[in-house]
């Protein structure tokens, strides 16, 4: 592929990326507003079943707060992760902490998991890892790797995602018990393609995928 | 006659408001938080209608339906999908649900469904039964 071919193919598989994040993370939402909607409509039930003489029992009320209050909070949470993500397309260069884009992005994904059975371990420093680059395509390129992950799992694996800053650049290293699905010549191209505009280099075997970044030059 | 149904949803905060809600309206509930527990339970009991989440971890709401049906082919499966997934709701009942509703389920309409399955799980039953006695005359030679 020439460098033309390359931006539209990472072009298109960009909008697919999103549409991938945002579709799970809209059925995600939709499920917290059903349980919302529905804790709603038992409230009035309980209003309309008092009102004909069917005492409202103080057990039954907290349990309802308690499951909007729950939901909500998940809402919330759920909006914060997707707003973040929204807005690591705002430069496509910009200095950012890669260990909280990246703690960002397993979160978006932890519902792909539990649809699997899975479990995402995040082995993330704890210290901001500073670099210069493009957030957006760093979380394409780790959610491309996860992706062929999620095609080999079984229930009850684990896939790691670790973030290593003690060398020169930043390695990040994803791990999955049953390896990863082979890529396709078409996305062995795309991946290689985010690589060169990420000037990252890509290291894989049977069981792990490592993307080492450059180190952020003061 | 009080509709057994069974109520099968991953996420118990939706189940449980459901329920009661369900309850409060004259039907006997159940829930299952999956589908193996699902399928566990309708070998247990008879359920005039189960209210089948789409998707769930593990087993989805598709493979769920399927293996209910391959047990019972008289079950009476209800969907409960995603908002705007009309395509999945088409596939799974091109696989056998007799219909399917969006989440948030309107009250109302899902008790109007479930009021429909309810009728078709006891014609099904009684034509099951006329062929029990009558299969039984035919052994005897009555």
């Known amino acids: 592929m020439n460098d033309s071919n390359d931006n539209n193919a990472v ?19 939709n499920n917290v507003v059903s349980i919302v909607d529905q804790n709603a409509g038992l409230l009035s039930d309980l209003i309309a079943g008092a009102r004909n003489g069917r005492p409202i029992t103080e057990e039954r009320l907290e349990k309802v707060a308690a499951a909007i209050q729950r939901q909500t909070e998940r809402g919330l949470g759920l909006i914060r992760r997707i707003n973040k993500f929204a807005h690591s397309t705002d430069d496509p260069r910009t200095r950012f902490d890669l260990g909280e884009t990246l703690g ?4 978006l ?21 500073t670099i210069d680059n493009s957030p957006f395509l760093i979380q394409m390129l780790v959610f491309r790797m996860l992706t ?11 896939i790691t ?7 020169g650049g930043p390695a990040i290293l994803l791990q999955a018990t049953n390896g990863f699905a082979e890529p396709s010549e078409e996305e062995r191209s795309i991946e290689s393609a985010l690589a060169k505009l990420l000037n990252a280099q890509v290291e894989s075997d049977d069981r792990s995928n490592r993307i080492l970044l450059p180190a952020l030059v003061e | 006659m009080t509709a057994k149904v069974l109520l099968v949803d991953d996420e118990v905060d939706f189940t449980d408001a459901l329920a ?4 409060a309206r004259g039907l006997e509930v159940e829930a299952a938080s999956s589908g193996p527990k699902a399928l566990e339970m309708i070998q247990q009991r008879h359920y005039d209608v189960i209210v089948l989440d789409l998707q769930m971890p593990e ?26 997934s009309v395509k999945q709701g ?22 109007g469904k479930i009021e429909e399955a309810q009728q078709t799980s006891i014609q099904l039953l009684e034509q099951n039964l006329d062929k029990k006695i009558s299969d039984i005359y035919k052994k005897r030679g009555w």
């Open chain 2, 90 to 111: 088409v596939e799974a009942v091109k696989n056998g649900a007799v219909d399917f509703i969006e989440k948030p389920a309107e009250i109302e309409e899902l008790m």
């Open chain 1, 148 to 158: 062929r992950a999620l095609a080999r799992v079984n229930a009850g694996d684990k």
């Open chain 1, 104 to 107: 960002n992005l397993a979160s």
């Open chain 1, 161 to 167: 995602l670790e973030l290593d800053a003690n060398g």
């Open chain 2, 59 to 84: 087993m989805d709401g598709i493979e769920t339906l399927k293996r209910m049906l391959a047990y019972n082919k008289d079950l009476q499966v209800l969907m409960l999908t995603g908002h705007g």
């Open chain 1, 11 to 29: 072009h298109e598989q960009s909008l697919r990326f999103i549409g991938a994040l945002t579709a799970s993370f809209s059925h995600e939402l």
């Open chain 2, 20 to 23: 009661a809600r369900m309850e």
């Open chain 1, 109 to 129: 994904c932890t519902r792909l998991c539990d649809m699997k059975k899975v479990a995402l371990v995040r082995e993330l420093p704890e210290s901001p890892v």
